[in-house]
């Protein structure tokens, strides 16, 4: 098997796993050594490269957005859901089959495969150098693009994951998106905002209190349970005017030591049922199905009542 010269190698990790034809010609490659290197290659996109294959669609759409930036002048940014993958925001039922670039002038592109182009201008407030090595729309701009573009409940995981870090604000994104004109999307954009959250601390919990919304349960978040003076858990929701409270388990912070966090989760499930509280747990399946979430909560709460 042709072993990949380790030039190559270290040029790919100088431009974030990619190596692109034109670079081999520039290294002194010629082009039957070019189509033979290629073959021991994973294809990015046309004319780009990776050394191994991406485990998931995300990696490889990180791939992809480095090598379209690469072919591309420095007028144009990530953007959209492409500049959301590169702030390391959570996707929930986002496309990855095409990068997304805005250009800072806003001028229409000539139609390229794999890349969808956006017109809406990036001003020099909507550019970042927060990302070394990576053309992308700074923080805010990424969410508004998403909030105007995605379904809601895929926009409100990544506005609510970005509040949680602190990459932006409700108010400052509100400002922005009131200050906005000739853009489509801006009504979807101001529902998204509204339904906002900065204390979801997962997309799990996220979509759960869109659910919830919908079955018109008044939840709080993240609230915090006291038993006299002692503070007893802080629970993911707690339905208004009940002792109900609704956990959704991602099953994600059971990786590092399962043991360990079941066992403090049953020691802290126990203390809320001894103080009188009725507990409904959510996974990712019993998001797919709202009637049986209500059918939980009902009982519960029919329980809580006696």
């Not at 379904?151 to 506005?159: C, M, N, Y």
Request: charged share 25%.
């Amino acid at each position: 098997m042709y072993t990949v010269p380790k030039s190559v190698a270290v040029r790919a990790g100088q431009s974030g796993g990619i190596v692109m034809r034109e670079d081999l010609g520039l290294q002194g490659y010629g082009e039957w050594e070019i189509r033979r290197l290629s073959a021991s290659l994973v294809q990015v996109r046309r004319g780009a490269y990776c050394l191994e294959p991406p485990t998931t669609p995300e990696a490889m759409h990180v791939l992809m957005a480095r090598a379209a930036l690469k072919s591309h002048c420095d007028s144009q940014f990530l953007s959209h859901a492409s500049a959301a993958l590169a702030w390391g925001l959570p996707l929930f039922r986002v496309d990855l089959a095409r990068v997304h670039l805005s250009r800072d002038r806003g001028q229409r592109a000539k139609t390229t495969p794999g890349i969808r182009y956006h017109n809406y201008p990036v001003i020099p407030e909507d550019q970042t150098h927060q990302l070394p090595n990576v053309r992308v729309t700074a923080a805010t701009r990424t969410v508004i693009d998403c909030a105007v573009t995605l379904p809601t409940d895929s926009a409100v995981v990544i506005v609510d994951a970005a509040l949680h870090r602190g990459m932006t604000s409700l108010s400052h994104l509100s400002e922005r998106v009131s200050a906005m004109t000739r853009r489509k999307g801006l009504s979807a954009a101001r529902r998204v905002l509204a339904l906002a959250d900065i204390k979801a601390e997962s997309p799990g919990e996220s979509r759960l209190r869109l659910l919830l919304g919908d079955l018109g349960i008044h939840v709080v978040s993240q609230a915090v349970i006291n038993d006299g003076a002692r503070t007893l858990a802080r629970a993911d929701f707690r339905i208004r005017d009940s002792r109900v409270l609704i956990e959704f388990d991602g099953r994600a912070k059971y990786k590092d030591d399962p043991e360990r966090y079941h066992w403090e989760e049953k020691q802290r499930h126990d203390l809320l049922v001894a103080a009188g509280y009725e507990v409904v747990r959510v996974v990712w399946a019993q998001l797919e199905d709202p009637q049986a979430v209500k059918r939980a909560i009902d009982q519960a709460l029919t329980r809580s009542r006696r």
